[in-house]
């Protein structure tokens, strides 16, 4: 079964289902995981739930977080 929505980072080859592994809980929220190969060079990548939150959800979360402590940081020099 090969899924073209997700496509290989290495080849541009499609990827397909390999596994579906153990949602796991993180933020508050349970997220399913599935591992995906790909068809041609077998390099494998987890894809989370709706597949875009691994990638840039939680990137973004960690930079908006580093974003805040480095202002806040700023704060406490000035005063």
């Not at 541009?12 to 995906?36: D, I, T």
Request: hydrophobic fraction near 25%.
């Amino acid at each position: 079964m090969t899924n073209t929505e997700f496509i290989c980072d290495i080849c541009s080859a499609p990827m397909e289902l390999e596994s579906k592994l153990s949602s796991v809980k993180m933020h508050g929220h349970k997220y399913r995981r599935r591992r995906f190969k790909c068809t041609i060079c077998d390099y494998q990548k987890v894809i989370y739930a709706g597949g875009y939150g691994d990638e840039i959800i939680w990137p973004q979360t960690g930079i908006d977080e580093m974003n805040k402590r480095y202002k806040q940081e700023e704060e406490n020099r000035n005063t």
